[in-house]
């Protein structure tokens, strides 16, 4: 599977952004999928991961309760809402896909997404 992430920009601190990452092929609901980031000078981290139905999430601490991740399996697409936006926040996101079931580790991720930066002003 291929995936496209975009939606990144420059805002400011307390902005809204939604994030969308589009795969390609027709098996994307049988995909697990996640968003990871990665911030100047950082390793890449875990953000948010959905299951293949939309039942089930999970989130980092960093983001719980501003982050929402959902998904589209009829329009083969992932979604990031961020919402309250801080400057930590800045970083490349970059949405996966997994056959398994959920995971937070970057290593468990088949498929990766070329990334969308985000840029938040303070």
């Known amino acids: 599977v291929q995936l496209q992430a975009s939606g990144g920009g420059l805002v400011q601190a307390g902005d809204s952004l939604r994030l969308s990452c589009a795969a390609s092929?027709?098996?994307?609901?049988?995909?697990?999928m996640g968003w990871f980031r990665q911030g100047p000078g950082k390793e890449r981290e875990f953000a948010a991961v959905?299951?293949?139905?939309?039942?089930?999430?999970y989130y980092a601490d960093s983001v719980k309760g501003r982050f929402t991740i959902s998904r589209d399996n009829a329009r083969n697409t992932v979604y990031l809402q961020m919402n309250t936006l801080k400057y930590e926040d800045t970083a490349v996101y970059y949405c996966?896909?997994?056959?398994?079931?959920?995971?937070?580790?970057?290593?468990?991720?088949?498929?990766w997404g070329q990334g969308t930066l985000v840029t938040v002003s303070s």
């Open positions: 092929g027709r098996t994307f609901s049988t995909y697990t």
């Open positions: 996966a896909a997994r056959a398994g079931s959920e995971s937070i580790r970057a290593r468990q991720y088949d498929y």
């Open positions: 959905i299951s293949r139905s939309g039942d089930r999430t």
